[in-house]
C-alpha cells in the first residue's frame, strides 16, 4: 500500500510540475508577444521600454536560479529572432540575469515586491548598458547613449510591475 501511496503522490507532483512549465512558457510567450507588438510602439524619443529581462528577472526569482535560467535561455532565443539587430545578445544576457536573480532571492534577500523591483532595475540597468556597449563595439561612443540608457531604464521600469504580478501568482 506505500508503495502505491508513492507512486500516487508522485504522480501528483509531476502533473503540478508540467502545469506550472506550461503556465511559465504562456506567461513568457505573452511577454514576448506584448514586446514586439505593443510595447515596440511606446516610444519616448526613441526610446522604447523593454520589459523582458524584468521577465527573466521574476522568472529566476520565484523559481531559482537553475529553472529560471533554462526558462530565460528559451525566451532569449525567440528575443533574438524577434529583434535580429541584435544577434546572440539576448540569449546570453537573460539566462544571466535570471541565474543572478534566482541567486540572489535564494540566499539575500526575499522573493517580495520591493525587493523585485530593485533586482528588476539592476536587470534593466545592466540590459541597457550591454544593448550601449554591443553599439560601441560597432560603431563610435557617444555622450548621449548615457542619457539613453538612462531613459530606456527608467521608461521600462513601471513594465516590471506587469512582469511580478504574474510570476507571483504561478509560483503561488
Not at 500516487?8 to 505573452?30: D, G, P, W
Not at 526610446?47 to 529581462?53: G, Q, S, T
Request: hydrophobic share 65%; proline share 3%.
Amino acid at each position: 500500500m506505500d508503495r502505491f501511496g508513492n507512486l500516487i503522490e508522485k504522480m501528483i507532483l509531476a502533473r503540478i510540475n508540467t502545469r506550472r512549465v506550461l503556465r511559465y512558457a504562456l506567461y513568457m510567450f505573452l511577454s514576448l508577444l506584448a514586446q514586439t507588438m505593443v510595447l515596440n510602439r511606446l516610444r519616448i524619443a526613441g526610446v522604447c521600454p523593454l520589459v523582458l529581462p524584468a521577465v527573466a528577472v521574476a522568472v529566476g526569482m520565484f523559481e531559482g536560479a537553475t529553472w529560471g535560467a533554462l526558462f530565460s535561455l528559451l525566451m532569449g532565443i525567440f528575443a533574438d529572432m524577434a529583434f535580429i539587430e541584435n544577434g546572440v545578445l539576448f540569449t546570453v544576457l537573460f539566462p544571466a540575469l535570471a541565474f543572478a536573480s534566482g541567486f540572489v532571492s535564494q540566499f539575500f534577500i526575499n522573493r517580495r515586491f520591493f525587493a523585485f523591483m530593485g533586482v528588476a532595475l539592476i536587470a534593466l540597468l545592466a540590459t541597457a548598458l550591454v544593448q550601449m556597449i554591443h553599439i560601441v563595439a560597432i560603431d563610435t561612443f557617444s555622450t548621449t547613449m548615457l542619457s539613453t540608457v538612462l531613459l530606456q531604464t527608467l521608461w521600462s521600469l513601471p513594465l516590471a510591475v506587469l512582469a511580478y504580478l504574474p510570476a507571483a501568482r504561478i509560483a503561488g
